[in-house]
């Protein structure tokens, strides 16, 4: 009886961490495929794909405290994979003899031709505030922080301002203002930590119910 509950658990742990990486490669995916279009509301701007943001720094978070820096790092380097690959397979698909009309070869265009300028812009950001997130979370843990919510909400402000000012600049130098890439990046990095906050006790249910599936301490 003992073995069939062990065994349950450890099913059960895989389905959990089978979701989590699940999702967090359709959220990593569909941030670039919604980035097409833009958002405002009153003074804040920013693009659609955001929407997408919870789900990635949910997983992220739930990794890194479940599996360590390695399995997280290794996670952001899947969905940067993923994307080249979305990316590729969308150009392809644009560059197949079109049987439609006109208009709705224009529209696959715009929806899924992100310029290249923008998408390469997307994947460094991406990339290297992915990694510093996860970085930072792990690093801020390891040093005896035992606050949940503050190693995520540093790691969110830090990595997503890097990850803003990257994109911007690469995307948008030379075209706007300095200032405005400036506030871009600012107003982006408020609305991530505003989501983490307001996220936060989903990351921790998750992170709680991974560590009692897989019988590690589920005090965090």
């Not at 995307?171 to 405005?180: K, T, V, Y």
């Amino acid at each position: 009886m003992q073995k069939i509950d062990s065994y349950s658990k450890n099913k059960r742990a895989d389905l959990y961490r089978l979701m989590l990486w699940s999702l967090y490669a359709v959220a990593v995916i569909m941030k670039n495929i919604f980035a097409t279009k833009r958002w405002k509301i009153g003074i804040i701007q920013a693009p659609a794909g955001y929407i997408f943001e919870p789900v990635t720094f949910i997983a992220q978070d739930v990794e890194t405290e479940t599996r360590g820096y390695s399995s997280a790092k290794t996670m952001v380097f899947w969905g940067f994979f993923l994307n080249i690959i979305v990316a590729a397979c969308s150009q392809l698909a644009i560059l197949l003899p079109n049987a439609s009309s006109l208009e709705i070869q224009s529209s696959f265009e715009i929806v899924l031709g992100n310029v290249p300028r923008i998408l390469i812009a997307s994947l460094i950001a991406y990339l290297i505030g992915g990694a510093l997130n996860v970085k930072i979370m792990y690093h801020l843990k390891m040093k005896g922080n035992n606050s949940l919510l503050y190693r995520a909400i540093v790691s969110t402000v830090l990595g997503q301002f890097v990850d803003n000012i990257i994109f911007s600049n690469i995307a948008f130098l030379g075209i706007i203002p300095i200032s405005q890439i400036i506030y871009m990046s600012i107003s982006m990095t408020i609305i991530e930590t505003i989501y983490e906050i307001i996220f936060y006790p989903i990351t921790k249910f998750l992170i709680f119910k991974i560590k009692e599936a897989e019988r590690k301490d589920a005090l965090i």
